[in-house]
């Protein structure tokens, strides 16, 4: 980064991406190593072989990394047993604790944590499952942190999801309608897919950036963490 960030206003919002900004770990890799260790013999034969396989092919070119996410985040949870409230919550206690947050990206977290610190509210938003995106959030801070993930629900049939995928301009909505007619003072995003929110914020911070957003970032003279 370039300098640090001072004088933001109290309740200034600042929102973050997690995946890829705030941690490497990964929300579906998690539940199936859970699903190993609490449910053996739930998921379906060579269920990481697919997973993989199927990444391949978004590596390829030949397949959207949003649809991929979203069937691999429903078809994990799918292979959840008899799932009820407790189950759900510690299940998402071992996703946070044992994979996203030992994960963590230390330089992003400390900058929110600065800024938390100053008075600032602090938005967590992700297409990640959002008990876990909340857990995640808790762990920056306690008080003033809010989260934005894709909802999930318990059914007659597991755990399913209750809403679409909460991503790029979603994402984005969903945080909007949330803060109303307060100003985005900062936001923090990895990805190309997080530019539409970077472009709306008032100082925008591209972290640990792929090709596209550091063009970006170096374009509009944004502040990158790398």
Known sequence: MKKPIRNLPEGSVVA??????????SPVLAVYRWLQLHQPGSTPPLFLFRLSFSYL?????LLKIDTWGEQAMRSVLGCVRNP?????????????????????????????????HQGAQI????????????????QIAPQRTFAIGTPVKITPEGIEFAGPLNTRIRKM???FAEIGSQKL???LGDTFADIP????????????????LKRKARVNGWQIIA
């Open 185 to 187: 003072a900062v936001a």
């Open 57 to 61: 092919l978004v590596k390829a070119g």
């Open 84 to 116: 009820d409230p407790h189950l759900l919550d510690d299940l998402m206690d071992y996703v946070v604790e044992e994979e996203l947050w030992p994960k963590r990206k230390e330089a992003p977290i400390a900058l929110l944590r600065d800024l938390h």
């Open 123 to 138: 938005w967590i938003i992700s297409a990640a499952y959002q008990p876990a995106v909340e857990k995640f959030s808790l």
């Open 173 to 175: 909505n969903n945080l």
């Open 197 to 212: 929110l970077l472009d709306e914020a008032e100082l925008a911070i591209a972290v640990y950036p792929d090709r596209q």
């Open 16 to 25: 973050s991406d997690l995946n890829g900004t705030l941690t490497t770990g």
